[in-house]
């Protein structure tokens, strides 16, 4: 639980990506009271885009649906730079797909890893 003043994101920079202007709004100024430097908030994917390109963050949040296009590419991106992210979601269809599209990456990654241990196993 945090008490006034408590700032546990001090120096964290944080990239913002939502599309609905008063959750954006919000969110950066609760990152805020907690000591994050936001970056945004970013309301379109080509603009997350560039800010990951050209802006370096710690950690993003990024709204799953920006203007009717899924955000999907955009986290890959940032997994595969192991950037941590969190998504968020406002309706129950986005957390299925959202659902099934990382389970199928994180299929793939138990057995990239698996794959792994056993070659070190067998050195």
């Known amino acids: ?5 408590d700032q546990p994101l001090l120096g964290c920079r944080v ?6 202007y008063f959750l954006a709004d919000d969110l950066r100024s609760e ?6 430097n936001v ?3 970013v309301g379109d ?9 050209r802006d370096g963050f710690d950690v993003a949040v ?13 986290a890959d991106k940032l997994a595969r730079q192991r950037i941590p992210f969190l998504f968020t979601a406002a309706y129950w269809t ?14 793939s990654l138990r057995d990239e890893a698996s ?3 056993l070659r070190r196993s067998a050195a």
């Not at 639980?1 to 003043?5: E, S, T, V």
């Not at 990239?15 to 609905?20: A, G, H, N």
């Open 15 to 20: 990239l913002v990506v939502e599309d609905e």
């Open 94 to 107: 986005e957390r299925v797909r959202l659902t099934q599209h990382w389970s199928d990456r994180l299929d």
């Open 62 to 74: 990024i709204d799953i649906n920006l203007r009717g296009e899924a955000a999907y590419a955009l």
């Open 31 to 36: 990152l805020e009271a907690i000591g994050a």
């Open 45 to 53: 994917l080509g603009d997350a885009r560039a800010c990951v390109e």
């Open 39 to 41: 970056i945004g908030p």
């Open 1 to 5: 639980m945090l008490r006034d003043g």
């Open 115 to 117: 794959a792994v241990s």
